[in-house]
T-cell receptor, first 114, second 113 residues
């Protein structure tokens, strides 16, 4: 199984600022993803983080708002740019591959925007 | 477009009772289905994964069944305990969409001592 860590675990930010969330996997994985979970809601996929190339975004999510990097097989970052209170959510990193179909999730980053 | 539904949205049972959680999906062309547990404010813990060719998977007190043709999966938790209180999410990986998961809305479970 893969163990995924995220930093920070939570943050409170001011409107108009940006926050970068880091995701680290303890083993090499094929796929990495970023999800958003708004209060009381289920998970929505933001994008697939591709190693060494631009991320693949889902409908309703754009690179200018959620730039993503994945410089190697085990690390990715998600930036939430020009934040507004509507961006208050839990952001979760997930990964799969490395010989298993199971998708593993990090502990999440709880973001509150004032 | 794949849609995943979980009913009921919330469930409260006395300790010791068996839990039955339902998940339905609209497109039967799936690669696999995964059940997760989420504690309040936390990430997701994978419970069971069922491949599209399988009918069920078991782990301890947990048993998950899959009927792909009817678009249904059921998670059974035997002899529930207060520690089973959490939100349970099912997610399907469509056959043609890489590793992307589509999640249901979850069932929030409370097991009362």
């Amino acid at each position: 199984s893969a163990v995924i860590s995220q930093k920070p675990s939570r943050d409170i930010c001011q409107r108009g600022t940006s926050l970068t969330i880091q995701c680290q996997v303890d083993s090499q994985v094929t796929m990495m993803f970023w999800y958003r979970q708004q209060p009381g809601q289920s998970l929505t996929l933001i994008a697939t983080a591709n190693q060494g190339s631009e991320a693949t975004y889902e409908s309703g999510f754009v690179i200018d708002k959620f730039p993503i990097s994945r410089p190697n097989l085990t690390f990715s970052t998600l930036t939430v740019s020009n934040m507004s209170p509507e961006d208050s959510s839990i952001y979760l990193c997930s990964a799969s591959g490395g010989g298993t179909d199971t998708q593993y999730f990090g502990p999440g980053t709880r973001l509150t925007v004032l | 477009k794949q849609e995943v539904t979980q009913i009921p949205a919330a469930l409260s049972v006395p300790e010791g009772e068996n839990l039955v959680l339902n998940c339905s999906f609209t497109d039967s062309a799936i690669y696999n289905l995964q059940w997760f547990r989420q504690d309040p404010g936390k990430g997701l813990t994978s419970l069971l994964l069922i491949q599209s060719s399988q009918r069920e998977q078991t782990s301890g007190r947990l048993n998950a069944s899959l009927d792909k043709s009817s678009g249904r999966s059921t998670l059974y938790i035997a002899a529930s305990q207060p520690g089973d209180s959490a939100t349970y999410l099912c997610a399907v990986r469509p056959a043609a969409a890489g590793n992307k998961l589509t999640f249901g809305g979850g069932t929030r479970v409370l097991v009362k001592p």
